[in-house]
């Protein structure tokens, strides 16, 4: 029999993807197509006094020019969580970037050259660009209160206040308490590829392609600004050159399809690389942690306090407090919790979705903390962490999912291959850190399978492929369940008038998730085979059996491809199997529902700091993630490996700058740093715990954000180890570094213990 | 075209072309727009990300650098002309086979500066493939299956000279 799971399959698309035949949104052209340009100012928040389009209208080429009082009135608003977008600034400018007009041209150069010249008479305003502006009571309204007018908070930056938690922290008593702050700086996704939208009227409607993660929140989108019914809004969504969340919600699409209509004609925006940085960004967060131990290295309580700036509009950013404040405690037994959190409006880029959706902000301060209990009682990093992690079937978040694996396998597996506990020469330092996640609380996935004529498949599904390989998973689950070699699969996606309805790519649900619609779907196929078999042979179902593909009966044996060619003749036709995969929202739950399966990590790490210059080297670095069963390894160490260079990065190097006015200073690949390839640690491995203990198809849990949930939190311990002294905000740059050296003074405080593993 | 128009003469990917460009047009912007070779990929548009690597007279250009009035005379090599009679090369089949490539985006300018690493040091060292491929960013993948990809590609053909390639021209 050939197994195809748990092998590493080629990914499906590889050869388009290394000979340049691999279509995205930005390699296609189309008669007629306009170029269109977006006007913003520079700052982060202005009052727009008035827009004067003359000069621009008279560049040749330019056929439109939109601003706000072009669109229907009200300007129509949209967002994920919170429907307070405009599809253009409406009187103020609220970020930097915020598009005040748009032109389209005949050419890229001319819209560009009219972009240029509409002149925006505005006034800057003070503007809410740190955690201490928002909370301050001076400070401007973000927002204009009538957007939620029954909300208490309306007169604040708050735009929601949350809180979790179980057991009575304010009388439980510790040996130890441990009060800290720790921040985490926006940082910004830079996918290679920066997004590209084009709309075009079609059938009544629009036509819009994008490199969106989730096609259908797309698609209600734009239905919604336009007053279109579902039907006539064609989502494509060609797979993206990365996307890592920040191509998850839309963002400049209604915009686009307002310029198609108005002008009758395909219009393409193609947003640089520094537009992609005011289009999203990982929020920015202030966490104070004040955690109780006891003597012998139990948590008592943990009482964290969250302020999370989430830029000038929603977009997923509630959803992404919500989450990660959630699992704040992190994998560990807490008998006393209490978590409070602020997402606060400010005038920057608003953040989204982005890789870990929150908890690498968490655990770089909860984790972080594990280290200052170990150093505060006398523990060993890693024996502080067994003594609290939770069992298997332990209800370890109050009302949720019980843990769901042994999680001490990836603490210990990581604790090895980083030689914990081994001798270290001086100016080194070791760090190890956990990571938990929460995937999808509710969902609505469905697939179709069509077994062709020839015993070739089709699947049909409504998941994005932006480079994790959903599409080379579900072909190999295909293969596997009805015998059809990979090569023979073809996966359909990014369509939303074909594929059907799938709520989104996200929360690494999608082997999870969609795979159990896929093998759904596939059992549908086989179950429909199997009567065609019977009816043929004439002999009752139960006497028919399907496997490898190939069909069974008293009366002899066929292959697929036989067995469809005799039963449906000349004739022709097809099996067509559908399956689904559908978890309602839960009332009354704080998430809508309890998580499908904890996506849990471990990542260690070891420096070495240079002390003149302050700079940290990895020289080696191990992510272990408990994924249940990896249906394909390579392309799992490839998604933990990626994620954990990109850990590394926002640990040690990125972080948008703004200056007085809200403008980010460090646009672009020159002035804002992502690990090359001569950042990468001289050592790094990456391992996985395989215990077919997921809920997914052959036992799989999701894989792909884990690898960089703990990144900060173990690089910045093993930094603490080598300097002696703790930083507690990000990044770990040489010059934080160096200034930490300077302050740690004479008398060199003791460091971190390591027994050996 | 407008006044700012002229005509250059070059060859891509082995067939000659003669060209009407604008002046401020980039070869970036000619490959993509004018000749449809969609392959050669534009992300950051100053020379830091490598994505719009082609070859140019043998060397590894980023071509949003380069203007099209520059190229002219140029023998131009994109990612669309390594395959002949669409069979894949060494080096693109280890990209494939080692797992270097994710979304794929950065893969094209990746591949073209390896292929200019490789043509100037057929066994590059460990140290010398980092260097080569210094100025082509990837945010998917961990970078180690892309120097396992090229290390793959270049073994099997005898010892390493030992000699450093060249670093890549920034500009031209």
Redesign the interface.
């Known amino acids: 029999m050939t197994d195809w799971i748990g092998r590493?399959a080629?990914?499906l698309?590889?050869?388009?993807?290394?000979?340049?035949?691999?279509?995205?949104v930005?390699?296609i052209?189309m008669e007629g197509m306009l170029h269109a340009k977006m006007v913003a100012l520079n700052c982060g928040h202005a009052r727009i006094v008035s827009v004067d389009t003359t000069g621009a209208r008279a560049v040749p080429g330019v056929l439109c020019i939109l601003t706000a009082h072009d669109l229907p009135q009200p300007v129509p608003r949209f967002g994920p969580t919170a429907q307070d977008r405009p599809v253009m600034a409406v009187g103020e400018t609220k970020f930097f970037g915020e598009p005040v007009a748009a032109v389209a041209a005949e050419t890229e150069?001319a819209a560009r050259e009219a972009a240029a010249r509409v002149r925006v008479v505005h006034e800057k305003l003070p503007g809410v660009y740190t955690v201490d502006h928002a909370l301050d009571p001076a400070s401007p309204l973000v927002q204009d209160p009538s957007l939620r007018p029954k909300d208490p908070l309306r007169a604040t930056n708050i735009l929601e206040e949350l809180s979790y938690g179980w057991g009575d922290v304010t009388s439980a008593h510790a040996d130890a308490v441990f009060d800290n702050v720790y921040t985490f700086p926006m940082v910004t996704?830079?996918?290679?590829?920066?997004h590209v939208f084009i709309a075009a009227p079609e059938d009544g409607g629009v036509k819009v392609w994008s490199p969106i993660q989730h096609p259908f929140i797309l698609q209600r989108t734009i239905a919604d600004c336009l007053g279109l019914p579902l039907a006539k809004v064609r989502i494509i969504a060609p797979?993206?050159?990365?996307?890592?969340g920040g191509k998850g919600y839309p963002k400049f699409e209604p915009l686009v399809a307002f310029l198609a209509l108005a002008t009758g004609r395909p219009v393409r925006l193609a947003l640089?690389?520094e537009e992609t940085f005011q289009a999203g960004r990982r929020m920015a967060t202030r966490v104070r942690v004040r955690s109780g131990f006891q003597k012998d290295g139990r948590i008592v309580f943990q009482d964290i306090q969250a302020d999370c700036l989430i830029g000038a509009y929603a977009d997923i950013g509630l959803r992404v407090v919500e989450k990660a404040s959630y699992t704040a405690c992190g994998p560990y037994r807490v008998p006393h919790a209490r978590i409070h959190s602020r997402a606060l409006l400010s005038h920057t880029t608003p953040s989204t979705a982005f890789r870990g959706f929150g908890v690498p902000q968490m655990s770089w301060a909860v984790e972080s903390q594990m280290d200052e209990a170990a150093l505060g009682l006398g523990m060993d990093r890693v024996a502080i962490r067994l003594a609290n992690l939770a069992s298997r079937g332990e209800e370890f978040i109050k009302g949720d999912l019980p843990c769901d694996g042994d999680w001490r396998e990836s603490l210990q597996k990581a604790a090895a291959a980083i030689g914990w506990g081994t001798p270290l020469p001086k100016g080194r330092g070791r760090g190890i850190a956990l990571g938990l996640k929460i995937s999808a609380t509710y969902a609505a996935s469905y697939c179709i399978v069509r077994l062709h004529y020839d015993g070739s498949a089709s699947l049909l599904t409504g998941t994005t492929d932006?480079?994790?390989?959903a599409r080379t998973v579900f072909a190999q689950i295909v293969a596997q369940e009805l015998g059809v070699p990979v090569d023979r699969v073809t996966v359909v996606m990014g369509d939303t008038a074909v594929v059907p309805y799938d709520t989104s790519t996200s929360a690494s649900r999608s082997t999870v998730i969609m795979g159990s619609a896929v093998l759904r779907a596939c059992g549908d196929v086989k179950e429909q085979v199997l009567k065609l078999a019977a009816e043929l042979a004439n002999v009752p179902e139960a006497e028919v059996s399907f496997e490898n593909g190939i069909v069974r009966s008293a009366k002899g044996q066929a292959s697929l491809p036989t067995l469809l060619r005799d039963y449906y003749g000349t004739t022709r036709g097809e099996v067509i199997g559908v399956g689904s995969f559908l978890k309602r929202k839960t009332p009354g739950h704080p998430l809508a529902g309890k998580t499908v399966f904890y996506e849990l990590s471990c990542s260690a790490a070891e420096v070495v700091v240079d002390e003149e210059t302050g700079m940290a080297t990895i020289s080696r670095y191990v992510t272990v993630c408990d994924v249940g069963k990896a249906l394909n390894p390579?392309?799992v160490?490839?998604?933990d490996?990626?994620a954990?260079?990109?850990g590394l990065g926002h640990s040690l190097m990125e972080h948008i700058v703004l200056d007085e006015d809200g403008q980010i200073v460090n646009l672009?690949?020159?002035d804002y740093r992502?690990?090359?390839?001569?950042d990468?640690p001289a050592v790094?491995e990456?391992f996985t715990v395989e215990n077919g203990d997921g809920p997914g198809p052959y036992g799989a849990k999701g894989v792909g954000e884990g690898g960089l949930l703990a990144t900060a939190a173990a690089v910045g311990s093993a930094v603490r180890e080598a300097i002696g002294t703790p930083i507690r905000d990000l990044p770990l740059t040489p010059e934080r570094i160096w200034q930490a050296i300077q302050e740690r003074g004479a008398g060199r405080p003791p460091v971190g213990k390591q027994a050996r593993a | 075209m407008d006044q700012d128009a002229i005509t250059i003469t070059l060859s891509v990917n082995g067939v000659s072309r003669s060209l009407r460009v604008q002046a401020s047009h980039t070869l970036l912007k000619v490959l993509r727009d004018q000749l449809g070779l969609t392959g050669t990929k534009e992300c950051c548009s100053m020379g830091e990300c490598g994505a719009c690597t082609v070859l140019v007279n043998g060397r590894a250009v980023n071509s949003c650098l380069m203007l099209a009035a520059e190229a002219d005379g140029c023998e131009i090599t994109t990612i669309e002309g390594l395959a002949v009679d669409s069979r894949l090369t060494a080096l693109q089949e280890s990209f494939l086979a080692e797992g270097a490539v994710q979304c794929g985006f950065c893969i094209p300018g990746m591949v073209m500066s390896a292929q200019y690493l490789l043509d100037h040091n057929a066994h590059p060292t460990e140290e010398e493939i980092k260097e080569g491929l210094a100025g082509n960013l990837c945010r998917c993948a961990g970078y180690s299956r892309i120097i396992e990809a090229v290390r793959a590609a270049s073994s099997g053909v005898g010892a390493s000279t030992g000699v450093a390639a060249p670093s890549k021209d920034a500009g031209r």
Do not use: C, W
């Not at chain 1, 797979?239 to 890592?244: E, I, V, Y």
């Not at chain 1, 992502?674 to 001569?678: N, V």
């Open positions: 590493s080629q990914r698309g590889g050869k388009e993807r290394v000979n340049g035949a691999q279509k995205y930005g390699d052209r150069d996704h830079f996918a290679i590829e920066p797979d993206s050159g990365g996307a890592f640089t690389l932006m480079g994790q390989g390579q392309h160490e490839m998604q490996s990626g954990a260079v990109m672009g690949a020159l992502i690990p090359t390839i001569k990468i790094m990456s």
